[in-house]
């Protein structure tokens, strides 16, 4: 056979199909490690100005500027968000436009909190931080051995989402 009428042979079985030449990717820009320091410094410094502390100019060297940033990140209250948003990111899953997916009785809507006696602020804080049957209690609770399992909202977003569902309740959750 001449070179221009060969035909490749059907891969063996068991064989890999030759190598071919592997394609660089186009030239991506690095990050240097002087430009990780300026955006750990503009966040340590705008989480600092956010929660109302003042920084001095020595607390914001580059090694210390992004462990300050996680640190005040942390420390940040979650509480600047509203029930709305509290009430989306833990209750919506069950309780869609104020049903209830697991228990259609036990609505959000302000003829079945009346019913089931949730029709104040104080009574909704009380369940969602305890919970109630298959609910999640969203509050410090402590297990019968006696270990202290931690709050997953405060008392203030609690009292936050308590105050959003009796609101959206009593518009009808429209």
Not at 19 to 26: G, Q, V
Not at 32 to 41: C, E, G, H, I, Q
Request: charged share 20%.
């Amino acid at each position: 056979r001449t070179p221009a009428t060969r035909t490749r042979s059907p891969a063996r079985p068991g064989r890999r199909p030759p190598r071919r030449a592997a394609s660089l990717p186009a030239a991506q820009p690095s990050i240097t490690m002087s430009a990780v320091r300026s955006a750990a410094l503009l966040l340590a410094a705008l989480l600092a100005a956010a929660s109302g502390l003042r920084l001095e100019p020595r607390q914001l060297r580059p090694t210390r500027a992004a462990a300050a940033a996680l640190c005040l990140a942390a420390a940040a209250p979650a509480v600047a968000a509203d029930g709305a948003s509290l009430f989306d990111a833990q209750c919506l899953a069950c309780h869609v436009g104020g049903g209830n997916i697991v228990r259609r009785g036990k609505t959000l809507k302000l003829d079945a909190l009346k019913a089931n006696k949730y029709d104040t602020k104080a009574s909704i804080s009380g369940l969602v931080a305890k919970g109630a049957g298959v609910m999640p209690g969203y509050g410090e609770r402590v297990k019968k051995d006696g270990t202290v399992v931690p709050a997953k909202l405060s008392a203030e977003e609690i009292d936050a989402v308590a105050s959003y569902v009796l609101q959206r309740a009593a518009d009808g959750w429209k």
